[in-house]
T-cell receptor, first 112, second 115 residues
Framework: GDSVTQMEGPVTLSEEAFLTINCTYT??????LFWYVQYPGEGLQLLLK?????DKGSNKGFEATYRKETTSFHLEKGSVQVSDSAVYFC???????????FGAGTRLFVKA | DADVTQTPRNRITKTGKRIMLECSQT?????MYWYRQDPGLGLRLIYY???????NKGEISDGYSVSRQAQAKFSLSLESAIPNQTALYFC??????????????FGPGTRLTVL
């Protein structure tokens, strides 16, 4: 079945460091791919998305490119801030669009 | 005002008790979902509903039941709570008319502890 694998955390970075959180997926067809973010005490919210191969999703300085050849959707940010500390979830939605599969989540800590 | 609300936000109960978690939404979405979140396991789907008359089991529905009282309301029940149901529970909605992309909108979560 469909699945999402993302790097284990926690990831601890200093402010202004470069961030990469790896995500790979297994799916039939052509899924849509997402990154969701969960700030402390809150629900998940969509950070960015990509719906087809080579699409780049971007938001708030974060980017991820849908790579079908490597089945990956790595999250990157050039300069993290303390306010980026959160849990990040990679996810896919199957071609039918009615179910979403989430990765286990990666906790990010950013130190001032 | 939040588009997806959940009550209660926190609940401590004892083994064997019946518990109901409630979810309401003002987004006008037909699709609603219940997930549980456990450390290291991400989110797992418990039940989902495409409209008031269409309810489906997710991957971990055992020990849970749901009720879709209206388009805007979707409740999750634990008929007889057990300690391994201690988790963070999220309600979510999505809009099928948005096309193939199934963006989900989450409530703030309910933290349930079963002693």
């Amino acid at each position: 079945g469909d699945s999402v694998t993302q790097m284990e955390g926690p990831v601890t970075l200093s402010e202004e460091a470069f961030l990469t959180i790896n995500c790979t997926y297994t799916a039939t067809g052509y899924p849509s791919l997402f990154w969701y973010v969960q700030y402390p005490g809150e629900g998940l919210q969509l950070l960015l998305k990509a719906t087809k191969a080579d699409d780049k999703g971007s938001n708030k300085g974060f980017e991820a490119t849908y790579r079908k050849e490597t089945t990956s959707f790595h999250l990157e940010k050039g300069s993290v801030q303390v306010s980026d500390s959160a849990v990040y979830f990679c996810a896919l939605s199957n071609t039918g669009g009615f179910k979403t599969i989430f990765g286990a989540g990666t906790r990010l800590f950013v130190k001032a | 005002d939040a588009d997806v609300t959940q009550t209660p936000r926190n609940r401590i109960t004892k083994t064997g008790k019946r518990i109901m978690l409630e979810c309401s939404q003002t987004k006008g979405h037909d699709r609603m979902y219940w997930y549980r979140q456990d450390p290291g396991l991400g989110l797992r789907l418990i039940y989902y509903s495409f409209d008031v008359k269409d309810i489906n089991k997710g991957e971990i529905s055992d020990g849970y039941s749901v009720s879709r009282q209206a388009q805007a309301k979707f409740s999750l029940s634990l008929e007889s709570a057990i300690p391994n149901q201690t988790a963070l529970y999220f309600c979510a909605t999505s809009d099928p008319t948005s096309g193939a992309v199934n963006e989900q909108f989450f409530g703030p979560g309910t933290r349930l502890t079963v002693l």
